[in-house]
C-alpha cells in the first residue's frame, strides 16, 4: 500500500507469508493481467523473516517463448 501499486497490493494479497513458509509459485490477477511471481523467504535472524518477490506478467512469458522457438 505504500508504494500505491495495484499489482504489488494484489500480490501481497495472493502469497501466504508466513514464518515457516516454503518457496511459492502463483498466478494472479491485477488490472485485467494475468501475473506470475514467485516468493523466496529469508530468515535473516530469529526475530526478521524478509520476503523477495519476483513479478512478470504472462504476456512476457509469452512473448520470451515465442522468441525462442
Do not use: K
Not at 495495484?6 to 514464518?19: C, G, I, K, N
Not at 485485467?32 to 529469508?42: H, K, P, S, T
Amino acid at each position: 500500500d505504500d508504494f500505491n501499486l495495484p499489482v504489488v497490493r494484489d500480490a501481497a494479497q495472493t502469497f501466504e507469508f508466513t514464518r515457516n513458509g516454503e518457496t511459492q509459485i502463483r498466478d494472479f490477477e491485477s488490472g485485467g493481467v494475468r501475473w506470475w511471481g514467485a516468493a523466496e523467504r529469508l530468515q535473516l535472524s530469529e526475530e526478521l523473516t524478509f520476503w523477495i518477490l519476483v513479478l512478470l506478467p504472462e504476456s512476457d512469458l509469452h512473448e520470451s517463448i515465442a522468441e525462442g522457438s
